[in-house]
Nanobody, 122 residues
Framework: QVQLVESGGGLVQAGDSLRLSCAAS????????MGWFRQAPGKEREFVAA????????YYADSVEGRFTISRDSAKNTVYLQMNSLKPEGAAVYYC???????????????WGQGTQVTVSS
């Protein structure tokens, strides 16, 4: 099992920045892919960003490319999502997820955190 705990959500104004954290525990994550997803009220959960824990390229949804950055700190077993130039449509519950193997941009991840709320006022 992999336990994931997100933090860092909050209320910000449009144009502001926010950094989300996802603390992982339970297994060595070397062979895992880590993803960030978000779900707004009444909408399906959607892919935001992902990376392979072992390194390599990062992946982003078109809607956040150039504004969001995913990264990880191996020493802290933590994945981050730096969100810049936030837009009102970015308001959602943000989830961290983990899966064994390659990165996928669907919700086919084995482990999920409880989510952290991001609210963006216009």
């Amino acid at each position: 099992q992999v336990q994931l705990v997100e933090s860092g959500g909050g209320l910000v104004q449009a144009g502001d920045s926010l950094r989300l954290s996802c603390a992982a525990s339970g297994r060595t994550l070397t062979s895992y892919a880590m993803g960030w997803f978000r779900q707004a009220p009444g909408k399906e959960r959607e892919f935001v960003a992902a990376l392979r824990w072992s390194g390599g390229r990062t992946y982003y949804a078109d809607s956040v490319e150039g504004r969001f950055t995913i990264s990880r700190d191996s020493a802290k077993n933590t994945v981050y999502l730096q969100m810049n130039s936030l837009k009102p449509e970015g308001a959602a519950v943000y989830y961290c997820a983990a899966r064994s193997g390659i990165v996928v941009v669907t919700t086919q991840y084995e482990f999920w955190g409880q989510g952290t709320q991001v609210t963006v006022s216009s």
